[in-house]
C-alpha cells in the first residue's frame, strides 16, 4: 500500500479536522489489527466483485482449517469503499486512500446526524409532556392524548428552525464532532466497522424518532427508511443487535406509557418487517433475527404490536369499556402464550434457537468475567471505569445527566427513546469499556440539548423574548382536538390533574421571574451560565485536540525518543511483514498469536494460523498450547503447522507480556496443560522485575522471544533459526528445522469441497493425531444445544478469577510438589524435611497481624483445601502458626468452619487448640457458638 495522495483528498477542508491528523502525520496508512482484514476484503471485493467475494474460501488464514469470509463477514463497509472507488473517485483516488478516509467521512455524518436525533426530541410536538404525567395517565388507564404531549408556545429564531431544538441540534453536532468516545473510531486511517456503523445506527435512530413525530399524518412511512437504514447496519456490523433491540424496547416502552397508536404500530411494524426481511439477505446474518435469543426479543415485540392492533380495532369496533377490552386482552395474549409456549417446546430440542454469545452473555453476569479466557483475554471487553468515562466523554459526564433530567420534563414519544437509550448505554458501556462507543450519540444528543436548552433560554432572556412568547399555529388536528374539548372540559387529561400542584408553583415562579427584580436575576444568571459555559468548551475542545493526536497513533507505527532527544518513528511491524514478503515463499506459513493474523495476511500476503476472527476457540487453544508449552512439545506442533514464527518483542505489550493469557487458553482445552490450575497461574512472572516462573521459562515462546537476550537463553539450533531481526528489535522471525513436508502436502490434498465446490475447509494432519485426541472441546456456558456441560471447570476458573492470590500460591505450590516428587524419585538426593524451633513459632505466633497469607491461609481453611494446606506446611511450617490482627489464626477458622481435617492437620503441627484471641475466645468456643 503506497502512500499516494490525491488531488481530491489534498484538496478537501477534511484535512484539518481532529478525524484527518493521522494521516497528516503518517500519511493514508491503515492502523491496528482488525482494519487489515477490512482492507484485505475491500481489495478481493474491488477485484472479483460480489458473485467471488460472497463465495470465498480462504485458505490463507486459520491453517490448516481456513474461513470461508464472504459468508462470515459484515460486508458493508467493503461495499461502500469499492462503490466509492467505482462511481464517485474513480482513478482520481486510490482504494487504499478511500479506507483511510472513510472513518472521518462517515465520522462526519454521523455528527450531523446526532444533531438531527438531538433537533426531533427537542421539537415542541414531541416534548411538551412529562414523565410523571405520562405514567399517572398509564397507570390510570387513560391515554394522553397528541395534542396534550405538545408544547404551547415556541420561538422561530433561524430560518424557521424552531427554538430551542435548532441550538440543541448545534451543540450536539459539537460534542459529537468531538468527544473522544466518537474520535475513537472515526481517526483516518482506523477502517474499522465501527466507524461506518455508527453513522448506520445514528440514521436508523433518527428516522425511527423522525416516524414518531405528532402531527403528521403519513410520517410513519419513514419506518421504512428507518428499515433501509437498519439493513444497512446490518450489513456493516455485529452491533446491529443492539440497534435492533433498542428500537424493539422503546417500541415496549411506549406501550408500557400508554403511548400505543395507529401511527406508533404502522412505524415500528413497516420498520421491522422490511429491516428483517432485507437483514435475512445478509449471508453472516441469515435467520438470526427469527432464532438467536439475542435478537427475539424484538421479534416478540412485533408480535406483541399486532395482537395489540387487532384487539384495540376489536375494542373500537364493538365500543368496549376498559374492562370488556382488557378481558378480550387477556384471552388473545393468553392464547398466544400457549401457542408460542407449544412452539418453543416443539422446536428447542431440535437446536432451533441459538445461544447467547459469551460476550453478550459477560453484560449481564454479576462478574466482570464471561468464562470464556479468550474473551476474557481482550482488555476491550473488561469494565469500565470511572476514569474510563472521564476519558472518553470528559464534560459530558456531567453535562448528559442534566440533558437527561431535562428531557423528563420535555417527554413525548420521540424524546422517551433518549430516556431509554440513556439507560441502555450506560448499563452495557458500564460492563464492556468499549462500548463507551455507544454511548457517544447519546451522551452528545443529551449534552446537546443541555447546553442548547440553556443557550436558548439565556438569548431569550437577554433579547427580552421571554415575556411574549409567540403562540404556536395550531394544526387542523389541533383545532378539531381543541374544539372536542371544549364540548368534554370536564374529561380534561388527567396528567393535568396530576401535575396541577406543579403547574400552580411554575405559575407562581414566572409570575415572580418576570417582575423587574426577576428579569435582573434572570439576566445574570444567563450571562453567567453563558461564560461558565464558554469556559468549560475551551476546555473541553483543548482536551479533545490533545486525546485526538493520541488516539491518531496507528499501533503499526510507533514513535520514539533516541537518547540525544530526536525523535523518530518505529515502523519495526510494516518492515518485519515486507520481509516475510520479500524473503519467503508465496506458501510459507507464519506461526505468530492471533492478534497479528490480519496483518501479516493484509501486508505479507502470507497463510497464518489464526487471527482476530476468533472463530474456533479450540485452534487458538492448540496455538496457544504450541507457544505456551515446552520447547519440544511447541516444536513438534509447530513443524507441522509452520515454517516460520514470528515473534513480538521489544517490552511493552509483548508476546511475553500477553503470554499468560495464551497459557489460559490453552489449557481451557488441553487441560494437561497446566494440571490442577484452571487459570495457569504457574504461568507467568513471579516478580515486577520481569523474572519468569518455571513453567514459563521452560516455554516456546519464552526461548525463541529471549533468544540471545537473556543470560543463558538461547534457541536450539537443530530446531529454529533466527532470519530476521528489526531495526528497533520489536519484531523476530524464526525459520522452523525439520519442517514436516508430509504434513503440509498431506493438508493440501485433503480438503473437502461440498457440492458447491467452493465451500473446502481444510482438516489437521495425521502427525497432530496424539496431540489433538488430549483435547477436550470447551463448552461455552451460554451454548445450551450442547449436550456436555464443563461446569468444574467453570467453578474453579471463577473462583481462582476471584481470588487470584490464592490461585497464583497454589499454582506455586502445586509447581513445587511436582518437582519434590521428582527429585524423592532419584535415590541418590535425599532431602530433609523441613522445621522450625520453638523460638521461630513463638515469634510467628505472637505477631498478630492481617497479611496476604493470612488471607490466603483464611480462604484454605474455610473452603476445607486440606490437599492445599499440606503442601504449604510442607513448604512453609511456619503458616501454621500464623494469626490475623484480631488474634485468630487456621485453628480458630477451622474450628469455626467445622472442618475436622483441617484441625487435625493443624494438631499434628502442634498447633494449640485452647489460647485465646483477642475477645479472649479459643477455637472451641467458637464451636460451641
Request: glycine content about 8%.
Amino acid at each position: 500500500m503506497e502512500k499516494k495522495k490525491s488531488s481530491a483528498t489534498s484538496s478537501s477542508g477534511a484535512s484539518d479536522s481532529l478525524v484527518n491528523l493521522a494521516i497528516q502525520e503518517y500519511g493514508p496508512v491503515i492502523h491496528e489489527f482488525d482494519p487489515y482484514f477490512n482492507w484485505r476484503a475491500t481489495q478481493y471485493l474491488y477485484e472479483n466483485g460480489y458473485k467471488k467475494f460472497f463465495t470465498w474460501f480462504d485458505h490463507k488464514v486459520w491453517y490448516p482449517l481456513g474461513r470461508p469470509v464472504g459468508t462470515t463477514i459484515y460486508p458493508g463497509m467493503q461495499f461502500t469503499a469499492v462503490f466509492l472507488k467505482n462511481y464517485v473517485f474513480g482513478e482520481s483516488m486510490t482504494l487504499n486512500d478511500i479506507c483511510c478516509y472513510i472513518p472521518a467521512w462517515f465520522g462526519v455524518m454521523a455528527t450531523i446526524l446526532v444533531g438531527c436525533i438531538a433537533y426531533e426530541t427537542s421539537l415542541s410536538v414531541n416534548s411538551g409532556g412529562t414523565l410523571i404525567g405520562v405514567a399517572v395517565d398509564a397507570l390510570k388507564g387513560k391515554y394522553t392524548k397528541s395534542n396534550d404531549m405538545t408544547s404551547k408556545s415556541v420561538t422561530k429564531r433561524f430560518f424557521g428552525f424552531e427554538s430551542p431544538a435548532v441550538e440543541c441540534a448545534v451543540f450536539a453536532m459539537g460534542f459529537m464532532g468531538v468527544v473522544p468516545a466518537h474520535l475513537m473510531r472515526s481517526v483516518g486511517g482506523g477502517y474499522d466497522n465501527e466507524s461506518v456503523a455508527v453513522t448506520a445506527m445514528s440514521l436508523t435512530f433518527y428516522l425511527w424518532l423522525r416516524s414518531l413525530r405528532n402531527g403528521e399524518k403519513y410520517n410513519y412511512l419513514f419506518g421504512i427508511l428507518a428499515g433501509l437504514a437498519y439493513f444497512y447496519m446490518a450489513a456493516a456490523w455485529g452491533g446491529y443487535i443492539f440497534v435492533l433491540n433498542m428500537i424493539g424496547a422503546h417500541a415496549a416502552f411506549l406501550v408500557l406509557m400508554g403511548r400505543f397508536s395507529t401511527n406508533v404500530y404502522l412505524s415500528y411494524t413497516l420498520f421491522y418487517a422490511v429491516g428483517t426481511v432485507l437483514a435475512i439477505q445478509i449471508p453472516v446474518v441469515g435467520w438470526s433475527p427469527l432464532k438467536s435469543l439475542e435478537q427475539l426479543p424484538a421479534c416478540a415485540v412485533f408480535v406483541g404490536y399486532q395482537l395489540l392492533y387487532y384487539c384495540e380495532g376489536m375494542r373500537k369496533k364493538n365500543k368496549w369499556g376498559r374492562k370488556e377490552a382488557w378481558k378480550f386482552r387477556i384471552q388473545v395474549f393468553g392464547a398466544a402464550a400457549v401457542l408460542g409456549t407449544m412452539f418453543i417446546m416443539a422446536v428447542t430440542p431440535k437446536g432451533y434457537f441459538g445461544p447467547i454469545s459469551s460476550r453478550v452473555r459477560g453484560l449481564f453476569v454479576p462478574h466482570t468475567k464471561t468464562g470464556n479466557p479468550l474473551v476474557d483475554s481482550v482488555a476491550e471487553h473488561q469494565a469500565a471505569s470511572q476514569q474510563a468515562y472521564w476519558q472518553y466523554l470528559h464534560m459530558l459526564c456531567f453535562m448528559a445527566p442534566v440533558g437527561f433530567f431535562l428531557i423528563l420534563f420535555r417527554f413525548g414519544d420521540s424524546s422517551c427513546f433518549l430516556f431509554v437509550y440513556a439507560v441502555a448505554a450506560y448499563f452495557f458501556s458500564h460492563k464492556m469499556v468499549r462500548l463507551i462507543l455507544l454511548a457517544a450519540p447519546i451522551s452528545s444528543s443529551l449534552g446537546g440539548i443541555a447546553v442548547g436548552r440553556i443557550v436558548s433560554w439565556s438569548t431569550s432572556v437577554l433579547l427580552g423574548e421571554g415575556d411574549q412568547p409567540v403562540e404556536k399555529k395550531e394544526t387542523k388536528s389541533e383545532i378539531k382536538s381543541k374544539s372536542e374539548g371544549k364540548k368534554k372540559r370536564k374529561a380534561s387529561s388527567s396528567s393535568d390533574e396530576s401535575m396541577a400542584g406543579f403547574k400552580a408553583i411554575r405559575d407562581g415562579f414566572n409570575q415572580a421571574s418576570n417582575s423587574y427584580e426577576g428579569k435582573i436575576v434572570k439576566s445574570i444568571a444567563a450571562v453567567v451560565m453563558c461564560v461558565s459555559l464558554y469556559m468549560q468548551a475551551t476546555t473541553f475542545s483543548t482536551y479533545a485536540w490533545r486525546i485526538s493526536a493520541s488516539l491518531s497513533n496507528p499501533s503499526i507505527i510507533l514513535k520514539g525518543q533516541t537518547r540525544d532527544g530526536n525523535i523518530i518513528k518505529v515502523d519495526d511491524y510494516r518492515e518485519a511483514y515486507w520481509w516475510l514478503r520479500d524473503n519467503t515463499p508465496e506458501d510459507a506459513r507464519i506461526m505468530a498469536w492471533w492478534d497479528y493474523g490480519y496483518q501479516i495476511t493484509g501486508i505479507a500476503n502470507r497463510t497464518t494460523i489464526a487471527d482476530g476472527n476468533t472463530w474456533n476457540h479450540e485452534h487458538i487453544a492448540l496455538l496457544g498450547k504450541a507457544l505456551t508449552g515446552s520447547v519440544e512439545e511447541g516444536y513438534q506442533i509447530a513443524r507441522h503447522l509452520a515454517d516460520y514464527v514470528l515473534i513480538w518483542g521489544g517490552g511493552g505489550g509483548d508476546d511475553l507480556a500477553k503470554s499468560p493469557h495464551l497459557a489460559r487458553i490453552a489449557n481451557s482445552v488441553y487441560r494437561d496443560h497446566c494440571p490442577g490450575d484452571v487459570t495457569c497461574r504457574a504461568f507467568g512472572f513471579v516478580d515486577r522485575q520481569g523474572t519468569p516462573s518455571p513453567m514459563m521459562e521452560r516455554s516456546f515462546l519464552f526461548n525463541l522471544h529471549s533468544h540471545k537476550l537473556r543470560p543463558g537463553v538461547e534457541a536450539d539450533p537443530t530446531k529454529f533459526q533466527e532470519v530476521y531481526r528489526t531495526k528497533y528489535g520489536k519484531v523476530r522471525i524464526f525459520k522452523i528445522i525439520g519442517v514436516s513436508r508430509q504434513s503440509k502436502n498431506w493438508v493440501e490434498e485433503n480438503r473437502k469441497c461440498d457440492a458447491g465446490g467452493w465451500f473446502c475447509p481444510g482438516n489437521y494432519p495425521p502427525g497432530l493425531k496424539e496431540i489433538l485426541e488430549k483435547k477436550k472441546d470447551f463448552a461455552q456456558l451460554e451454548d445450551f444445544n450442547r449436550g456436555t456441560k464443563d461446569d468444574d471447570y467453570q467453578k474453579e476458573y471463577f473462583e481462582n478469577l476471584n481470588n487470584p492470590e490464592l490461585a497464583k500460591k497454589r499454582a506455586r505450590m502445586n509447581e513445587k510438589h511436582e518437582e519434590e516428587m521428582k527429585a524423592a524419585q532419584k535415590p541418590a538426593e535425599t532431602k530433609e524435611k523441613k522445621t522450625l524451633s520453638d523460638e521461630e513459632k513463638i515469634e510467628i505466633y505472637s505477631t498478630w497481624e492481617d497479611t496476604a497469607d493470612t488471607t490466603l491461609m483464611w480462604q484454605i481453611v474455610t473452603t476445607n483445601a486440606v490437599d492445599d494446606l499440606k503442601r504449604w506446611l510442607d513448604q512453609d511450617p511456619g503458616a501454621a502458626w500464623l494469626r490475623s490482627a484480631d488474634g485468630r489464626g487456621p485453628m480458630w477458622w477451622a474450628f469455626e468452619s467445622k472442618n475436622q481435617d483441617i484441625v487435625s492437620t493443624l494438631m499434628m503441627a502442634g498447633v494449640p487448640h485452647t489460647d485465646k484471641d483477642k475477645n479472649g475466645l479459643s477455637p472451641v468456643d467458637l464451636l460451641k457458638e
